[in-house]
């Protein structure tokens, strides 16, 4: 599917990685004769060792180097959880942060959804599962689809606020869930800037913003926050948000829909995690067995269980 021309590498990753096509790389274009080349190379890959991510992602890094400017997407896969010392998955996504965007999937049951999660809000990705082999063709597949339909490299969310306000958050809200809010990088004294990675060119997406500003008087109405879609030096688009102070309760109690259900959709995801973190870390304790013999009702997989048989 990689169409002529793209520049492309295959990564092997265990507790270490290393460029498998091109051996050692650098990137090389795609034509009949390396997609043939590099699909060979990918067939005769078997599993092993360790996974020690950091080094996955600084050799991504070092291979996308040469090509600034480009759209530069990594799609990442994994079966284990990160071995690695405190700290140094850490800083290989400081290093790799606006050096290019990567998807993860977990691929079985003996992975971490927080581990990937942290690479994908990182590095503008997205995070999901693959539970059998099976399914691994059409989910690369679809991965390339996707690659192939970007069209912009550098999109960026500007944020003024006025003087004195504080902007509480920046969110995207659909088609995925982010949070953008740590990617702050300013502008001047009241504007920011936040990275959003690569477009398709009709693509569309929902933000959800959160801006405090200071005291008025009733009737008064302002100019909260001005929000601009950028692309290198260009505004593409525009929105204004206005500030209105009333003493009506109708009118202060109203939710807009669409904010109402964003904000339910990020609280149920918060809640989805939080319960998958209280189930990895959870203890199951059976009750004794009235006879000999093994376990009736073992603990569900992937968790700790204590059998009293």
């Not at 169409?3 to 990564?11: K, S």
Request: net charge negative.
């Amino acid at each position: 599917m990689l169409p002529d021309g793209t520049w492309f590498a295959l990564v092997a990753g265990s507790d270490s990685a290393r460029s498998v096509y091109p051996y050692d790389g650098p990137l090389v274009r795609a034509d009949a004769g390396t997609r043939a080349e590099a699909a060979a190379v990918a067939n005769q890959l078997t599993g092993g060792g360790g996974t020690a991510i950091s080094t996955w992602l600084d050799l991504a890094r070092q291979l996308f180097e040469p090509h600034a400017g480009a759209i530069r997407l990594a799609y990442l896969l994994t079966d284990g959880e990160n071995r690695e010392a405190s700290g140094q998955l850490e800083a290989a996504l400081d290093r790799a942060t606006g050096a290019f965007q990567c998807d993860a999937r977990g691929v079985g049951a003996d992975w971490h959804v927080k581990e990937l999660r942290q690479i994908t809000s990182a590095l503008l990705g997205e995070v999901d599962i693959i539970k059998s082999p099976d399914e691994m063709e059409g989910d690369f597949k679809a991965f390339l689809e996707r690659a192939i339909g970007k069209s912009v490299a550098d999109v960026r969310l500007r944020l003024w606020a006025p003087k004195g306000s504080t902007v509480r958050f920046v969110k995207q809200v659909a088609p995925t869930i982010e949070d953008l809010t740590a990617k702050a990088q300013p502008v001047d004294a009241l504007t920011s800037e936040y990275p959003t990675g690569a477009w398709s060119g009709d693509e569309s997406r929902d933000y959800h913003v959160f801006v405090d500003v200071p005291p008025a008087n009733v009737g008064d109405e302002k100019l909260a926050a001005r929000v601009s879609l950028m692309v290198g030096a260009d505004a593409v688009s525009q929105g204004l948000v206005r500030a209105v102070w009333t003493d009506d309760d109708a009118l202060s109690t109203r939710i807009n829909a669409q904010v109402a259900h964003y904000t339910g959709q990020a609280e149920l995801a918060q809640a989805i995690q939080e319960g998958l973190q209280a189930r990895r870390t959870a203890t199951w304790t059976l009750p004794p067995s009235s006879s000999a013999g093994p376990c009736s009702s073992p603990p569900n997989p992937g968790t700790r269980g204590r059998c009293g048989c």
